[in-house]
């Protein structure tokens, strides 16, 4: 005899602030979840990039070497390398263990606004405000970049690189999506400037914010519109949207305070989450957990499905033993 199947429970959301970091480095301009989830970079309007444990929000180094403020960064996949990039025009590669400054990278004309590893760590991909994305090789000591890619006609607000495919999002409007290997370029106009881009889990869609306040799935390979998300408020800061680990949710920063959820499929608001009362600067979703990162003036939170267990009271009081 079969037994009845449990229905599918809804994906849960992370709606429970599990803990808030004072990460004591002026604004933090961007969050970013390491590759497993464990670590969390955040980087620091005091030039500052800093690593910290998830589970228990504690400070594990600082790494100091940008001449202005740090705008983003990459873990590799292994964790043994970090890249940030900033305001001061350049590309840092560090050594996590040691803090050190491995490579100092510069070429760009202007801010660097986005860097990101490609899968092996064999290269940096850094976007500027000089509508460049430049491709460093983490191995040569040549000091120039291997690639330019200078099809923008405005300043690159975010990239996203994902085995041979490489998405950027640019201010004049369009999401652009190179195969490297095949050497073609494939736009879609979005026709507003664009915040933040990234790929689908499953790398079929992808997902760009921008300036009118609206968040956009596009089919891949045919640009078709799948869904477009709306609510939440981006009229002037470059804000960061994601994709849940499952694909199921779409999350986007808004400058009302809160992040906006929304189902992937139904287009519905599921969670506006209250994460202040000034701009949610920055976001990442844990790359398999339903845990979310948050960024708003110098703090992080980190947010998760279920309300932490509370720790036992520490009592060192001695126990009366009865008879």
Same mark, same amino acid.
């Given at each position: 005899?079969?037994?009845?199947?449990?229905k599918?429970?809804?994906?849960?959301?992370?709606?429970?602030?599990?803990?808030?970091?004072?990460?004591?480095?002026?604004?933090?301009?961007?969050?970013?979840?390491?590759?497993?989830?464990?670590?969390?970079?955040?980087?620091?309007? !005091?030039?500052?990039?800093?690593?910290?444990?998830?589970?228990?929000?504690?400070?594990?180094?600082?790494?100091?070497?940008?001449?202005?403020?740090?705008?983003?960064?990459?873990?590799?996949? +292994?964790?043994?390398?970090?890249?940030s990039?900033?305001?001061?025009?350049?590309?840092?590669?560090?050594?996590?263990?040691?803090?050190?400054?491995?490579?100092?990278?510069?070429?760009?004309?202007?801010?660097?606004?986005?860097?990101?590893?490609?899968?092996?760590?064999?290269?940096?991909?850094?976007?500027?405000?000089?509508?460049?994305?430049?491709?460093? +090789?983490?191995?040569?000591?040549?000091?120039?970049p291997?690639?330019?890619?200078?099809?923008a006609?405005?300043?690159?607000?975010s990239?996203?690189?994902s085995?041979?495919?490489?998405?950027?999002g640019?201010? +004049?409007?369009?999401?652009?999506?190179? $195969?490297?290997?095949?050497?073609?370029?494939?736009?879609d106009?979005?026709?507003?400037?664009?915040?933040?881009?990234?790929?689908?889990?499953?790398?079929?869609?992808?997902?760009?914010?921008?300036? !009118?306040s609206?968040?956009?799935?596009? $089919?891949?390979?045919?640009?078709?519109?799948?869904g477009?998300?709306?609510? #939440?408020k981006?009229?002037?800061?470059?804000?960061?949207?994601c994709?849940?680990?499952?694909?199921?949710?779409?999350?986007?920063c808004?400058? !009302?305070? #809160?992040?906006?959820?929304?189902?992937?499929?139904?287009?519905?608001?599921?969670?506006?989450?209250?994460?202040?009362?000034?701009?949610?600067?920055?976001?990442?979703?844990?790359?398999?957990?339903?845990?979310?990162l948050?960024?708003?003036?110098? #703090?992080?939170?980190?947010?998760?499905?279920?309300?932490?267990?509370?720790?036992?009271?520490?009592?060192?009081?001695?126990?009366?033993?009865?008879?």
């Amino acid at each position: 005899m079969a037994f009845p199947q449990p229905k599918p429970q809804p994906p849960q959301l992370p709606q429970h602030l599990l803990r808030t970091i004072n990460c004591q480095q002026g604004a933090v301009r961007a969050v970013r979840f390491n590759v497993d989830g464990n670590y969390l970079l955040s980087c620091g309007s !005091d030039k500052s990039l800093k690593l910290w444990s998830v589970g228990r929000g504690t400070l594990l180094k600082t790494y100091s070497g940008h001449g202005y403020e740090v705008l983003d960064a990459d873990s590799s996949y +292994d964790n043994s390398q970090l890249c940030s990039c900033s305001s001061d025009k350049t590309v840092i590669l560090w050594d996590v263990a040691t803090g050190q400054v491995t490579r100092k990278l510069r070429g760009h004309a202007g801010k660097v606004n986005c860097v990101q590893f490609n899968e092996e760590a064999t290269v940096i991909l850094s976007g500027s405000i000089d509508g460049t994305v430049r491709c460093w +090789d983490t191995k040569s000591r040549r000091n120039e970049p291997i690639q330019v890619l200078d099809e923008a006609r405005d300043s690159i607000s975010s990239l996203k690189v994902s085995q041979h495919e490489l998405l950027t999002g640019s201010v +004049d409007g369009r999401v652009r999506r190179y $195969d490297l290997r095949m050497g073609q370029l494939h736009v879609d106009l979005i026709s507003s400037p664009i915040t933040c881009v990234c790929f689908s889990q499953d790398g079929q869609c992808t997902l760009s914010s921008s300036l !009118d306040s609206k968040v956009r799935l596009l $089919d891949k390979s045919t640009g078709e519109m799948l869904g477009e998300y709306t609510g #939440h408020k981006m009229k002037g800061y470059k804000l960061d949207c994601c994709l849940s680990s499952k694909d199921t949710h779409v999350l986007s920063c808004s400058e !009302d305070g #809160h992040v906006y959820c929304w189902d992937l499929v139904e287009g519905s608001l599921s969670l506006k989450l209250p994460v202040g009362k000034a701009v949610v600067q920055s976001l990442s979703f844990h790359p398999t957990e339903t845990c979310l990162l948050t960024a708003m003036e110098g #703090h992080v939170q980190v947010w998760g499905a279920q309300p932490e267990e509370p720790q036992e009271p520490q009592d060192d009081t001695p126990v009366s033993q009865s008879g």
